[in-house]
């Protein structure tokens, strides 16, 4: 006789045994193990995928710009923000630049967007930034207004001091996604700075008139870059103490101040000093001693990691006025 057969047509477990089929034990769920076996495919996907953590950095205004993610078009509007962008690394990003950014070679390569006067908007729309690089103090204070109405991130930048460059080639690396070039850039300009004030510590002190214009006869007082850099030299400034950044002075003012030395800035190998006032003023102890120099502005007026040069060739114009007999 065959042995009975259960409701799914087969034989009950247990061969002819009668009653009820008896369950099977579940064994236990291995979570541990599952998740195991889950995590390295599930980080390999992760991996795979494009990552943009939010990028935020404070201006020299105090603003904090935030961006979604690093910067890949970005407008710089000052010839010294453009040479600071290409030193932190950031020069595959720069698409526009104002007028007179000359440096690096490449930077002449690249669309012009106006000048600190008179801006091309439409331009700047063109060519779709996500993030506009201004000049505080350099741009009109319209244009800076019309700039913050486009819904485009706006970095403001104000260079008051030489530590100011370094931090600012770090600031522009978080934001261009360069933090490495622009970090090692930024040390090496420290580094130079150091060993320039190393070198020239402890010289005797000149007393110097920076001459930045002639007419009208423009000077700089002791908030200035260029007076933070005539301290790294052993010189002082002679109108330090004036209030405006800039200050206007009469010739008669010069010649009271009886300065060791007479700086000021020449275009070009080529171009003129505008000294010859000076020279034609015997009586003053610069022209008696020669001491009429002309420096690189590129290199000292501009606001760039290139500072350290164009100190380092002031520095060295200044000894040779104590070398004199």
Known sequence: MAPPRSAFGAPPLGGAASGPAKPVPRRPLDRAGLW???????????????????????????TTIT???????IVSLAPHLTELLFAAGADAQVVGV?????????????????????LDLERILALKPDLLVVWRDGNSPQQLQRLSTLGIPVYASELGHLAD????????GRLAGTEAAANARADGFEQELQALRQRYAGRPTLRVFYQ??????????????ISESLHICGARNVFGTLAPLTPTVSEEAVVAQDPDAIVTARAGTDGPDHLDTWRRLTQLSATRRGALLAVDPDTLHRSSDRLPEGIRGLCEKLDGVRRAP
């Open 36 to 62: 195991r076996r889950m995590v390295p495919p599930l980080l390999a996907f992760l991996a795979c995928l494009p990552v943009h953590a939010a990028v935020q950095v404070k201006d020299d205004a105090g």
């Open 98 to 118: 104002g007028a007179y950014s000359d440096f690096p070679a490449a930077a002449k390569a690249l669309p012009r967007v106006g000048d600190a006067a008179m």
């Open 165 to 172: 460059i370094a931090s600012t080639l770090r600031r522009f």
């Open 67 to 73: 961006l979604a993610r690093p910067a890949q078009r």
């Open 212 to 225: 930045i214009w002639h007419r009208p006869l423009l000077t700089i007082n002791d908030r200035h870059l």
